[in-house]
């Protein structure tokens, strides 16, 4: 799986268009960061976790706004993830770093930010302090129980930068970024 490459994916669309993954890269509208912690491992009683999920709609999703969305996975690690394909399960949530990582693109006019995640961050007052930081807003779309205390979370990262925050099972994500990007 190593080598596979979601059609629609930075990778493939650099690929057909012989251009390098940054020039492609030139040409996103937004970035997605999708949690891959550990929790993200929980199946919210639907027989498949939230991350299986996710990666069947952020597949769909790639396929539909083909070079558009630049993938980002986090855990306690941060990954770029050109070719689209999230990797498994990891361990713990290092939500700042992920921010961090993407507040780099922060200074393109109107760029997108959407966070993907049960919304239980390591530190919740540490990315909220980075989500203040961005000129862009950052939207979000919590992806599990619906009484959990992560989707109070994720509200108030979207709030503090003027973006907006869905609740959406795992099977809807990308019905609600298509329509967080306003395609």
């Known amino acids: 799986m190593t080598n596979a490459i979601v059609r629609g994916s930075l990778s493939q669309v650099a690929k057909r268009d012989n251009k390098s993954i940054a ?29 299986e999920r996710a990666k069947k ?14 993938i980002v996975a986090f855990s306690d690690t941060v990954t770029f993830i050109p070719n689209g394909i999230l990797p ?3 361990s713990t949530t290092n ?6 990582y993407a507040h780099s693109s ?5 760029f997108g930010f959407i966070v993907i995640s049960d919304g239980s961050p390591d530190n919740p007052s540490s990315a909220l302090d980075m989500g203040r930081k961005f000129q862009n807003k950052i939207d ?19 709030e503090i930068s003027g ?12 019905n609600a ?3 967080l990007l306003g395609e």
């Open 140 to 158: 979000t779309v919590y992806i599990g129980n619906e009484n959990g205390s992560g989707k109070k979370f994720l509200q108030r990262l979207s």
């Open 95 to 100: 939500l700042t770093s992920a921010l961090r």
């Open 57 to 70: 709609e952020l597949i769909r999703l790639q396929n539909e706004m083909s070079g558009k969305l630049a």
């Open 163 to 174: 973006g907006q925050s869905m609740t959406k099972s795992a099977g809807q994500i990308s």
């Open 106 to 110: 922060d200074a393109i006019p109107d």
């Open 23 to 51: 020039e492609a890269f030139m040409d996103v509208d937004a970035i997605i960061l999708v949690d891959v912690s550990g929790s993200m491992s929980m199946s919210d009683g639907t027989g498949k976790t939230r991350l």
């Open 88 to 90: 498994d399960e990891q």
């Open 177 to 179: 970024v298509v329509a």
